[in-house]
């Protein structure tokens, strides 16, 4: 495949994710982001969506950067692989115990989970110093994780927001979060 077409290949897959009719809900969930005036990670406007129907909702989790946004900034959590997503959370709240009652810093990556053909997501463990750690999710286009050329940025979450994903991630894989009609009851 030339990358020409694995490019437009990448657009179209981003485009229909882009599309998808969302239902916005509340939640605590925060998404932080380094600032380097402040020289610390900040917690930036995070908005949180579902679209779909039960057993077969998608999660999307978007944020507004420092600067100029990219359209992959977001991360999208596909019901069906709710479990693997739910590990990896799993592994980095372990992690990042460890990690604190250690002293310990470090990055390395934890794995990767599709969403759906073409899309996945990288997570992995990144240290801000060794008391504060955080689980960064990439959305991959095409294997763009594995070449180091993302298609947005990561989205980072401190420990007591990773706690509120696997929250998140738990209800969308149990069809409790809103379906895309949450309107109808207003009439």
């Known amino acids: 495949m030339t990358r020409a077409t694995a490019v437009a290949l990448a657009a179209?897959?981003?485009?229909?994710?882009?599309?998808?009719?969302?239902?916005?809900?509340?939640?605590?969930?925060?998404?932080y982001e380094y600032n380097s005036a402040a020289r610390k990670y900040m917690d930036r406007p995070t908005f949180v969506a579902v679209d779909g129907s039960p057993g077969s909702q998608r999660l999307k989790v978007s944020f507004e950067?420092?600067?100029v946004a990219k359209s992959g900034d977001y991360a999208m959590f596909a019901a069906q692989h709710a479990d693997t997503y739910s590990a990896?959370?799993?592994?980095?709240?372990?992690?990042?115990?460890?990690?604190?009652?250690?002293?310990?810093?470090?990055?390395?990556?934890?794995?990767?989970?599709?969403?759906?053909?073409?899309?996945?997501?990288?997570?992995?463990?990144?240290?801000?110093?060794?008391?504060?750690?955080?689980?960064?999710?990439?959305?991959?286009?095409?294997?763009?994780c594995a070449?180091?050329?993302?298609?947005?940025?990561?989205?980072?979450?401190?420990?007591?927001?990773?706690?509120?994903?696997?929250?998140?991630i738990k209800k969308l894989k149990a069809g409790e979060l809103p379906g895309k009609d949450v309107g109808a009851k207003y009439n």
């Open 65 to 67: 950067p420092y600067g």
């Open 147 to 168: 070449t180091g050329m993302n298609v947005g940025r990561p989205l980072y979450f401190d420990e007591s927001g990773a706690s509120d994903l696997l929250a998140l």
């Open 88 to 144: 990896h959370i799993a592994k980095f709240l372990e992690w990042a115990a460890k990690a604190r009652a250690n002293g310990d810093a470090f990055d390395k990556k934890i794995g990767d989970a599709p969403i759906h053909p073409g899309l996945s997501l990288e997570f992995a463990f990144h240290s801000g110093n060794s008391t504060n750690h955080y689980l960064a999710v990439t959305l991959c286009s095409l294997g763009s």
């Open 12 to 31: 179209l897959l981003l485009s229909s994710c882009a599309a998808m009719q969302e239902t916005p809900i509340r939640s605590p969930l925060k998404v």
